[in-house]
């Protein structure tokens, strides 16, 4: 990440925090401002510590807490326990506006259009993340899962995850997040939230930006269902889904004996011949029923000439 780029994230940050209500009661701990609370935050991963405590444990050392003042911009840092009790109080819908202002960086920059293919299109990977599970604590928020246990009895896991969208690119080493959608259950809901949902509450979200993104949205086999494909299809925005055979028996018999295109090219690897195969086939329904859609089918492999395997 370019300095340019951290100063603007960290401004953005101190934005989003002088607009946020302070729900802390009268204490000890409201010295220590919002703006820094999220920065320290951000320290953690910018500086690649595995958890907040041995961030905080390094912190004591004096260059790191030089870092923490000089790099971040942080005044106070508040402890381990006072950072996650105020965090929980955050809502994540306050915070979308420091994506918005990363990719405008990035856009000023210079570093935004490196991403762009083919057309000017964005690769999107999408992809869900969990980020909190324990069998013993839980909110009204929390999703579910049950298992039976060695001994008979059921055990339930209460977990967080949330639908992370990403601009990458094959090249890059860097890529560019853009605002995730949290999947939990809410107030009302007949079922239990999920990431297909998920999606679909992003889309209707962001559409414009998402428009003026020119989306290839990029996911494994989950995604690759009608009522996403069609959603996008409908949109004229673009997707690379994974096809697995065994959920999509329809494409499997229309693609077991067509005749598909081809292209080979062959390179050396320092090791051996590596030859790969791209096979594709246009136009083909995507599912068995009168409402389908036309998609294109690729398939891709690499064969070693030497070993003659793929």
């Given at each position: 990440?370019?300095?340019?780029?951290?100063?603007?994230?960290?401004?953005?940050?101190?934005?989003?925090?002088?607009?946020?209500p302070?729900?802390?009661?009268?204490?000890?701990?409201?010295?220590?401002?919002?703006?820094?609370?999220l920065?320290?935050?951000?320290?953690?991963?910018?500086?690649?510590?595995?958890?907040?405590?041995?961030?905080?444990?390094?912190?004591?050392?004096?260059?790191?807490?030089?870092?923490?003042?000089?790099l971040?911009?942080?005044r106070?840092?508040?402890?381990?326990p006072?950072?996650?009790?105020?965090?929980?109080?955050?809502?994540?819908?306050?915070?979308?506006?420091?994506f918005?202002?990363?990719?405008?960086?990035?856009?000023?920059?210079?570093?935004?259009?490196?991403?762009?293919?083919?057309?000017?299109?964005?690769?999107?990977?999408?992809?869900?993340?969990?980020?909190?599970s324990?069998?013993?604590?839980?909110?009204?928020?929390?999703?579910?899962m049950?298992?039976?246990?060695?001994?008979?009895?059921?055990?339930?896991?209460?977990?967080?995850?949330?639908?992370?969208f990403t601009?990458?690119?094959?090249?890059?080493?860097?890529?560019?997040?853009?605002?995730?959608e949290?999947?939990?259950?809410?107030?009302?809901?007949?079922k239990?939230d999920c990431?297909?949902?998920g999606?679909?509450?992003?889309?209707?979200?962001?559409?414009?930006?998402?428009r003026?993104?020119?989306?290839?949205?990029?996911?494994?086999?989950?995604?690759?269902?009608?009522?996403?494909?069609?959603?996008?299809?409908?949109?004229?925005m673009?997707?690379?889904?994974?096809?697995?055979?065994?959920?999509?028996?329809?494409?499997?018999?229309q693609?077991?004996?067509?005749?598909?295109?081809?292209?080979r090219?062959t390179?050396?690897?320092?090791?051996?011949?590596?030859?790969?195969?791209?096979y594709?086939?246009?136009?083909?329904?995507?599912?068995?029923?009168?409402?389908?859609?036309y998609?294109?089918y690729?398939?891709?492999e690499?064969?070693?000439v030497?070993k003659?395997?793929?």
């Amino acid at each position: 990440m370019g300095r340019g780029i951290l100063r603007r994230l960290l401004g953005s940050l101190d934005k989003a925090a002088s607009k946020m209500p302070d729900k802390r009661k009268p204490s000890n701990a409201t010295k220590y401002r919002l703006a820094d609370i999220l920065k320290t935050t951000l320290a953690v991963f910018y500086l690649l510590h595995p958890s907040l405590l041995s961030f905080q444990k390094a912190m004591r050392q004096k260059h790191k807490k030089d870092n923490l003042e000089t790099l971040f911009r942080v005044r106070q840092a508040p402890s381990s326990p006072q950072i996650t009790n105020i965090l929980d109080k955050i809502e994540p819908s306050e915070l979308e506006g420091v994506f918005a202002e990363g990719l405008k960086e990035a856009k000023r920059q210079g570093v935004y259009w490196g991403y762009q293919v083919l057309d000017g299109e964005m690769p999107i990977a999408c992809d869900g993340t969990g980020y909190f599970s324990s069998h013993d604590i839980s909110c009204q928020h929390c999703l579910t899962m049950t298992h039976e246990k060695k001994d008979g009895s059921i055990e339930t896991t209460n977990y967080h995850t949330m639908l992370a969208f990403t601009i990458v690119k094959h090249d890059k080493s860097v890529v560019l997040p853009l605002v995730p959608e949290f999947i939990r259950n809410e107030d009302g809901m007949d079922k239990q939230d999920c990431e297909r949902n998920g999606f679909k509450r992003y889309f209707a979200r962001h559409f414009e930006a998402l428009r003026e993104l020119k989306p290839i949205f990029l996911g494994d086999d989950l995604y690759s269902c009608h009522s996403i494909c069609s959603l996008i299809d409908a949109h004229r925005m673009s997707f690379i889904f994974t096809c697995k055979d065994e959920s999509h028996p329809y494409i499997k018999e229309q693609t077991e004996d067509a005749p598909f295109e081809e292209h080979r090219r062959t390179e050396w690897n320092g090791k051996n011949h590596l030859e790969h195969r791209y096979y594709w086939l246009k136009g083909i329904e995507n599912r068995a029923d009168p409402k389908f859609i036309y998609v294109n089918y690729l398939k891709y492999e690499i064969w070693n000439v030497e070993k003659e395997k793929v």
